[in-house]
């Protein structure tokens, strides 16, 4: 098992930026893919983006291309986010979660990751 702790969300205008990081501990981070999920009020928990367990692979919701931006430093045992171009539609609560996988994997169906962060809330105002 692995500790996920999110931060960084907060209030932006949109056509703004922000940087989500995902803090890991316990479990070697390293064996873990990693994914970043947002779910808004009354929807369904959604991909936004993943990487594998070294960073060479990533992958992106059609939503989200071309403005996010998924990367993972292993030393620091942390993850991070970088959304620009933000919309009205990115306001929702973005989750971390990790998946033990194989060194190539990534996976966008929630139902693969065993452990999530509590979450970090992100508005975008119009």
């Known amino acids: 098992q692995v500790q996920l702790v999110e931060s960084g969300g907060g209030l932006v205008q949109a056509g703004g930026s922000l940087r989500l990081s995902c803090k890991a501990s316990?479990?070697?981070?390293?064996?873990?893919?990693i994914g970043w999920f947002r779910q808004a009020p009354g929807q369904e928990r959604e991909f936004v983006a993943a990487?594998?367990?070294?960073?060479?692979?990533?992958a992106y919701a059609d939503s989200v291309t071309g403005r996010f931006t998924i990367s993972r430093d292993n030393t620091k045992n942390a993850v991070y986010l970088q959304m620009t171009g933000l919309k009205p539609e990115d306001t929702a609560v973005y989750y971390c979660?990790?998946?033990?996988?194989?060194?190539?994997?990534?996976?966008?169906?929630?139902?693969?990751?065993?452990?999530w962060g509590q979450g970090t809330q992100v508005t975008v105002s119009s």
């Open positions: 979660a990790a998946h033990r996988t194989t060194y190539y994997t990534i996976s966008q169906v929630k139902t693969e990751y065993g452990d």
């Open positions: 316990g479990r070697t981070f390293s064996n873990y893919a």
């Open positions: 990487i594998t367990r070294g960073g060479e692979r990533t």
